[in-house]
Every structure is written in structure tokens, then in C-alpha cells.
């Protein structure tokens, strides 16, 4: 198989050369996450506006404003998961707006987190993942409204990010009954994918489909969010099947 062209100056490393993982492998295990959570007080009494917290581990929280209007908040960021920095910019904005949309919700802003190792990348290696991700909020017609950047050994881009939901149709993800179709929004194989790119063995035809799939907003979770027939929603974006299934059931 043929990797696909460099899209990166030579004169850097590629950007998942590094990153110790990619997309949502690096996140901590469940298992581990859980007696973090039950050392730090996380039990504590939530108010009752909060209809959505993180009993479980849901792709957001929702919060009640009034009677007509929920908050969505959400944050995500990872490394690398391609070369290519403006790509990886789209794939991790979109990422993150797609836990948004979800939970039935329209995002309305974001915030930017931004990790990068400044002495290794040159500055328009880091400004065109900021680009990537400003462009999928443009598309998605929300701004990026501020955020936050550190110097950092690992190269690591996300968003927060904010919508809205009526509270009538807020979609959990584990709301699936007996019964249910599970209906897949996307094509799987992203993560089997992007460890072929790693080790330079993805083929130029594959590489643009992940592309493609990791770079399309999910903006028919509101749509579908709306449909009486539909209990659950959950995002999974290529990444993680397995997990995001046992949570929805």
C-alpha cells in the first residue's frame, strides 16, 4: 500500500511521531477514571437544573435555563491522530462539536485549547491547526469566541463547546430500549486507520476517506433528536464503538 504524500515540511517531525497515541486512545480508562472520580468528591449533590451530568459518562452536560432552553457544554481535545496540521485542526474540531449535537443540541460557540510544543513546531505548522479548527466552526456558523494555549511537549488541539437544546429533547446516551435499531451515522474504522498512517501503511484511497469522515459535522442530531422514535444518541466519530455501545446500553 502507499502512504499518502507529506503534507508537512521536512524541516519538522511529523505530528504523530509526536504524539505518545492518537485521538481517543489516549483517554484514560473507564476503569481508572471511575476511582479518580470516586477519590475527588465527585458525588457530591448536583442542582436540580443540571439534567445531564457525568452519572453517565455522557457526551456532554446539559444544563436547564429555563422552559424552552437547555445549555450544552462540552469539552474535547486530543493529539494527532494525521500529519497533515490543518486537517488535524478539522478532525478535532469536529470531534468536538459533534458531542453537541449528540444530545439533540445546536452549538452556538466555542473555545479553543491549544498545547503545542513551540521550540519543535514552527508557528504556521500550529497557526494552520488553529485554522483547521476555526474553518469547521465557520462551517458549523458559530465563532470561536476565545480559549486558552500553553507551551507543552505533546502537540494537543480541542474545543470547548457550547449549544442549545430544548429540554424536551434532550437525547442521553443511555436511553436505548429493547427493541431499538442502532443506526450508524458514519463508517467505522478510524482508529484502525489513523495506526496505519503511524506506521506509514494507509493507502492514499483510505487516507481520504478517513478524512472524510472524521471532518463531517453531525448536524442531524438535532434532526433526529426531534423523531419520537429515537432514545438515545451518542457520538462516537469513528472512534470507540465498543464503549459508546455498552453506555448506550
Given amino acids: 500500500m ?7 515540511a521536512p524541516s519538522h517531525p511529523r505530528l504523530t511521531s509526536l504524539s505518545h497515541g492518537g485521538g481517543c486512545g489516549c483517554k484514560i480508562a473507564p476503569g481508572v477514571l471511575s476511582q479518580i472520580l470516586q477519590q ?46 490543518y486537517e488535524f485542526g478539522r478532525i478535532a ?8 449535537y449528540a444530545m439533540g443540541g445546536k452549538p452556538i460557540m466555542a473555545l479553543a485549547l491549544v498545547a503545542m510544543p513551540v521550540n519543535t513546531l514552527p508557528l504556521d505548522v500550529i ?8 474553518d469547521v466552526c465557520r462551517a458549523a456558523g458559530i465563532p470561536i469566541a476565545g480559549g486558552h494555549t500553553i507551551d507543552s511537549v505533546e502537540p494537543i488541539y480541542g474545543l470547548v463547546a457550547m449549544g442549545l437544546v430544548h429540554p424536551d429533547r434532550v437525547r442521553r446516551n ?11 451515522g458514519k463508517p467505522l474504522g478510524v482508529g484502525v486507520y489513523s495506526a496505519a498512517l503511524k506506521k506509514e501503511q ?20 438535532p434532526l433526529l433528536a426531534a423523531l419520537p422514535g429515537v432514545h438515545a444518541i451518542t457520538d462516537v466519530t469513528g472512534f470507540g464503538l465498543a464503549g459508546h455501545a455498552l453506555e448506550v446500553a
Avoid: K, W
Wanted: glycine share 8%; aromatic share 4%; charged share 15%.
Fill in 2 to 8: 502507499n502512504a499518502p504524500a507529506p503534507t508537512a
Fill in 40 to 85: 475527588s468528591g465527585a458525588g457530591a449533590v448536583m442542582p436540580p437544573e443540571l439534567m445531564v451530568g457525568i452519572e453517565t459518562s455522557d457526551d456532554a452536560a446539559v444544563y436547564r435555563l429555563n422552559e424552552s432552553q437547555a445549555l450544552v457544554a462540552t469539552t474535547d481535545f486530543f493529539m494527532p491522530i494525521v500529519d497533515d496540521p
Fill in 93 to 100: 474540531a469536529t470531534n468536538a462539536l459533534s458531542d453537541v
Fill in 127 to 134: 497557526g494552520a491547526i488553529v485554522r483547521g479548527g476555526q
Fill in 174 to 184: 443511555a436511553g436505548a430500549q429493547p427493541g431499538d435499531v442502532l443506526v450508524l
Fill in 202 to 221: 494507509l493507502a492514499d484511497a483510505h487516507y481520504r476517506e478517513m478524512i472524510a469522515a472524521t471532518t463531517r459535522l453531525n448536524t442531524p442530531g
